[in-house]
């Protein structure tokens, strides 16, 4: 995970589709390694601090029927 992505916005995309070419999307790393693709406990520490913001998107879509992007915008609005 980018360290750089400052923004809700950013951290969706980054889970959803990566961030360009060469960057998978957190989502596919996931699914094709677990957490083998997380090297240091620095680094699954990390990842586990944005997964709370990841999940909660997941639970504004699932449960109170937003659409992605609302949800995304709604959350960056309450950082």
Same mark, same amino acid.
């Given at each position: 995970m980018n360290r750089q992505v400052n923004t809700v916005p950013?951290?969706?995309?980054?889970?959803?589709?990566?961030?360009?070419?060469?960057?998978?999307?957190?989502?596919?790393? +996931?699914? !094709?390694?677990?957490?083998?693709?997380?090297?240091? &406990?620095?680094?699954?520490?990390?990842?586990?601090?944005?997964? #709370?913001?990841?999940? +909660?998107? !997941?639970?504004?879509?699932?449960?109170?029927?937003? &659409?992605?992007?609302?949800?995304?915008?709604?959350?960056?609005? #309450?950082?």
């Open positions: 950013e951290l969706w995309k980054e889970w959803t589709v990566g961030l360009g070419p060469g960057n998978p999307s957190i989502r596919q790393l +996931e699914a !094709q390694h677990g957490p083998g693709w997380r090297t240091s &406990s620095s680094a699954a520490n990390f990842f586990s601090r944005r997964l #709370r913001i990841i999940n +909660e998107i !997941q639970r504004m879509i699932d449960f109170e029927g937003l &659409s992605e992007d609302e949800a995304v915008n709604r959350l960056e609005a #309450r950082r």
